[in-house]
């Protein structure tokens, strides 16, 4: 994982701060995306992570049944953003 995204998950521990959350998927590293997955859903599973985090990175990887379902799931937590 790039060294400034790191940086920025460990100082802020938010998804949506990161920079271009889904630069590694847009770029063909599909491990590096994956990899940011698991973080978040570890994550998730201490603190709310917004939905709209992992759509992101889904759409950018081409799962667009996975980015939809999260767009849904965030349909009220983020309405602005989708």
């Known amino acids: ?3 400034g995204v790191t940086k920025a998950f460990q100082l802020n521990d938010d998804p949506l701060a990161w ?4 630069r590694p998927a ?7 995306a994956r990899a940011r997955l698991d973080q978040m859903n570890d994550a998730a599973k201490r603190r709310y992570v ?4 992992f759509a992101l990175i889904h759409l950018a ?3 667009k049944d996975q980015a939809l379902d999260w767009r849904k799931k965030g349909a009220g937590a983020w309405p602005n953003l989708l």
């Open 26 to 32: 847009r770029m063909g590293h599909e491990k590096e």
């Open 61 to 63: 990887l081409g799962d």
């Open 1 to 3: 994982m790039h060294g």
């Open 19 to 22: 920079d271009s959350l889904s």
């Open 50 to 53: 917004a939905p709209y985090a």
